[in-house]
């Protein structure tokens, strides 16, 4: 079973075009990496997949609901970090917990319980009531990601989750990403990190709006002589024409 599939999914703004007839599938409980330089498309692409953005033309479901016609379906049944921290600073660790519990539709009886065992997996128990803009900034992206996974949505995506975090709580957050999936969550992240890219079962490498590489690191490593992802990023990126 696929969790995501697009089909020549393109977007354009007048005569420039963003994403360029794009085709790929994400199955169910994958680690699906979307990678690409700045200006690549990924953000666009993932706008429209998120049920933010129309394509132009082209096909895509997601979690089994129609781009053009079921956004709200959609919306219901994904959950999203940015990469900018998307908790409210002026609330505190509980009650950022509580209300993204609302705003997935949970009902009190179902927050509370899943607020403690959150602040407990996190270690956070002690902080529960001090203001979010207190803690450090890998904290925040923990607590974050387990925000946008509260309701157990079939999809996360993630976008550049890991930007600014030290090394220690980037392998921290992977293997928080990693259980998610081992529970049927499907996990679609972008990251500019080369070795998060290893951590994903899949990646697609975009270039000016098209992909360029779609496969298992250790075959795109392969198919490319490459030691590292870095390396195989360079090979592919450099041939870039356009950028932010």
Known sequence: MYSITAEKLTKKFGNFTAVDAITFEVKEGEIFGFLGANGAGKTTAMRILCGLSYPTSGKASVAGFDVYKQQEDIKKNIGYM???FSLYENLTVSENIEFYGGVYGLRMREIR?????????????????????SLPLGWKQKLAFST??????????LDEPTSGVDPVTRRQFWEMIYEAASRGITVFVTTHYMDEAEYCNRISLMVDGRIDALDAPKKLKAEHNAQSMDEVFYALARKAKRSD
């Open 82 to 84: 940015s990469q900018k």
């Open 113 to 133: 319980p899943k607020t403690k065992n959150i602040l407990q997996k996190l270690g956070l128990d002690s902080e529960a009531n001090k203001l979010v803009s």
């Open 148 to 157: 946008a996974i509260f309701h157990e949505p079939r999809i996360v995506f």
